[in-house]
């Protein structure tokens, strides 16, 4: 068994080079200068190592963690070949050592400078430790652990330094081997994993200017059926080795360091006694604008209390208070205002005096506007039928449910009555009843013939409308209609699918089936909308529109082809196709492997940004692919809505309609709650925590 650590070996502890303690009072002084920081002695580790030997013998690669490694010497003894090795600790020379010999060694490691009430760990095999003894931990970055207390940064942030340390451990750990004060033996023994007990003698730590009595207590998961064994070890008696159960299912292993940069402050502000907060808003965020130093703490901590938990939890939630600030997550409260008001209360309640800014005030009454007319649901009908009997005959043999194993089975040429009730057939066979689509029953019976009975179809009003709902509005755009002389252009049903579309505040998918008149329906949406407008097509359709310009005698005045570089898009209708979006300077550049790379910049798209009001995108099914340059050029343009014109929007898979709606409707907001590129899933239910939030795409993918 190699021994990797060569630099490491040779530091000495912050213990055993610190002045000896010569009165009562002294002690502080010199707990102050070690940080309780003691080695553990080799003879102690080697022995440590003898009792996991024969579980470690069952295992390939095993996951060992020290929150308090020190110089390593908990490592003395290991099996280097079977670890991966974690360890943090405030002392940068350690690690530093550590780091270089695990490097030399060729082993896997990872080891940070830091201090473990400030790490964040789980998924671990095994945990060694020998923690600093009676040192007092603030932080608040701290687990809330049944060990921690009230603290300067609030509940659960103070805690001493043994105790913390092992309850950390459990937590992370399915095996936990603690050196530990023998004055934890009680506190030990509560604990449903403690499978055995090691008392040391009084001696063992000498060499590092200390006396205590210590005993290394061993922890597996999961209750104990027998009493602990305890034992007595020395330097020169033999340590039996443990057989543990094997080790279950890995998980994944954390291993973060959060903490607070000492070097940089994050408060800045002074003293001032001035209670003013203002709330601001940056996109659909609210900000808050503090004036005092001390106010500024005592409403971001109340706030935003703890950091979030969750098992992947999204780039742009971080606090798991922060769902107060989102407006989407406020948009989503039976009442929005009141919801607003309460976050003024709770700034009021920490000690702050808020102040609601003209410019949120009235930003936030057009998102509440907005935002009812974004949720009703447009016009819609449905085909229903009274119930209908038919005979169905088997064409081959096959079970009666095709995804039921236990459902009867059918032989070929049986036939069977069934019913007709809103496109489902009910089938009856061997006192089972299943329900099956058109699709299930064509793929094993003929439908013969019509037993008694008709269908009656009939169309039945599913969703009014936007029209019906907000009529001001719908009238106000018909008046439009009728004003600029384009109402003739479209027939009824076009016509109230138009009217919708220019309601709708934001963007959204207009599945028009071919031949429904999705070009006329696009030219009379850029003529309703106000500003310059534009249809993205691609090239071989150009031809096409414009003779239906020119067939409807649309003014030259108004719309306009923009194909060359450093054309402006600043008529009415603005005909660009997607290359052309995407067409820029071409420049090369090396890469790290010393390969020329074409890249294009400075793309019309970009310097179109945020100048049109209105895009079109027809055939816009190709911005399902958020990857692309088409739907990057599309993206670049930023235009304040986005309508997405395709027959048939969903070519493949349904999650190819996520980049659809978030290129369209929005991307994790109130009325289009399910996010991509790390945005969250926006839940009403965030207003008062954002842990265990997940992911847009994950929650849809389920």
């Known amino acids: 068994m190699s021994q990797w650590r060569k630099q490491s070996s040779a530091i000495k502890s912050l213990g055993s080079s610190a002045d000896k303690a010569h009165s009562l009072g002294d002690l502080h002084r010199r707990r102050e200068q070690s940080q309780g920081q003691f080695f553990t002695p080799q003879w102690v580790s080697k022995g440590i190592w003898e009792i996991l030997s024969e579980t470690l013998s069952a295992h390939d690669v095993v996951s060992v963690l020290d929150s308090s490694v020190g110089s390593g010497s908990m490592f003395y003894g290991s099996p280097s070949h079977r670890l991966v090795y974690h360890g943090i600790d405030p002392d940068q020379r350690c690690i530093d050592a550590l780091s270089q010999d695990a490097l030399q060694a060729g082993i896997e490691y990872e080891f940070k400078c830091g201090a473990m009430e400030d790490l964040e760990v789980s998924g671990f095999d095994l945990a060694i430790i020998n923690p600093p003894y009676s040192l007092h931990l603030q932080s608040p970055s701290m687990r809330p652990y049944p060990c921690t207390t009230m603290g300067a940064y609030g509940p659960n942030t103070s805690a001493l330094s043994h105790i913390y340390a092992l309850e950390q451990a459990l937590e992370a750990a399915r095996i936990v081997v603690a050196l530990l004060p023998v004055s934890m033996l009680d506190m030990c023994l509560e604990e449903p994993e403690l499978r055995r007990i090691l008392h040391l003698p009084s001696d063992t730590f000498n060499d590092e200017q200390a006396c205590v009595k210590t005993a290394v207590f061993y922890f597996q998961q999961g209750a104990r059926t027998e009493e602990p064994l305890i034992l007595k070890a020395s330097e020169d008696s033999s340590w039996q080795a443990f057989v543990a159960d094997p080790l279950s299912k890995r998980q994944k292993r954390v291993f973060k360091l959060h903490g607070i940069d000492h070097q940089h402050d994050v408060i800045t502000l002074p003293l001032t006694g001035d209670k003013r907060v203002g709330l601001h808003h940056h996109g659909r965020r609210i900000v808050l ?66 102040v609601v800014s003209d410019t949120l005030r009235g930003y936030f009454n057009r998102c509440v506007r907005r935002h009812q007319i974004a949720i009703t649901p447009f016009y819609r009908m449905a085909q229903t039928g009274t119930s209908a009997q038919v005979t ?11 995804n039921n194993i236990n459902s009867p089975s059918v032989e070929k040429g049986t036939m069977l009555s069934a019913s007709l009730d809103n496109a489902l057939y009910q089938v009856s066979y061997k006192e089972s009843e299943v329900s099956l689509r058109l699709d299930q029953v064509m793929e094993l019976f003929d439908i013969e013939e019509s037993g008694e009975g008709s269908v009656d179809q009939s169309w039945q009003l599913i969703h009014p409308g936007l029209a ?55 030219l009379v949406l850029c003529l309703l909308h106000s500003g310059c407008n534009m249809l993205a097509v691609e090239s071989a359709l150009v031809p096409e529109l414009i003779r239906e310009i ?91 809505k986005l309508i997405v014109m395709d ?3 969903q070519r493949g898979y349904p999650r190819d309609l996520l980049p659809l709606s978030v290129v369209s409707a929005g991307n994790a907001c109130a009325h289009q709650r399910y996010g991509t590129h790390s945005k969250p899933n926006i839940l009403p239910l965030m207003i008062e925590t954002c842990n265990h939030v997940s992911s847009g795409r994950r929650c849809l993918l389920r």
């Open 289 to 354: 604008k503090y004036h005092c130093a001390l106010v500024q703490a005592k409403v971001a901590n109340a706030l935003f209390r703890d950091l979030a938990i969750a098992k992947r939890l999204p780039k742009s939630i971080t606090y798991s208070g922060e769902g107060q600030l989102l407006i989407d997550v406020l948009l989503l409260q039976d009442d929005p205002h009141q919801a607003l008001e309460a976050l003024c209360h709770r700034i009021r309640l920490s000690g702050g005096e808020p």
């Open 392 to 402: 169905l005959v088997a064409r081959r043999r096959g079970f009666l449910d095709p």
């Open 468 to 522: 019906h709902h907000f009529p001001d509005l719908a009238h106000q755009h018909r008046q439009s209609l009728s004003r600029l002389g384009i109402d003739s252009w479209l027939a009824p049903f076009q016509l109230e699918s138009v009217v919708e579309g220019a309601i709708s505040p934001y963007g959204y998918i207009a599945a028009w089936e071919q031949g429904s008149g999705k070009t006329r329906a696009s």
């Open 550 to 640: 020119e067939r409807l005698g649309i003014s030259g005045d108004l719309w306009k082809r923009v194909e060359r570089h450093g054309d402006r898009p600043d008529a009415k209708i603005n005909i660009v196709t997607y290359s052309d979006l995407r067409a820029g300077t071409a420049t090369e550049r090396l890469n790290k492997r010393g390969q020329s790379v074409r890249r294009v910049v400075n793309t019309n798209a970009q310097r179109w940004r945020r100048s049109i009001n209105l895009l079109i995108c027809d055939e816009g099914g190709l911005l399902a692919n958020p990857h692309s340059q088409q739907t990057k050029a599309v993206k670049s343009l930023c235009a304040r």
């Open 647 to 649: 027959g048939t929007p």
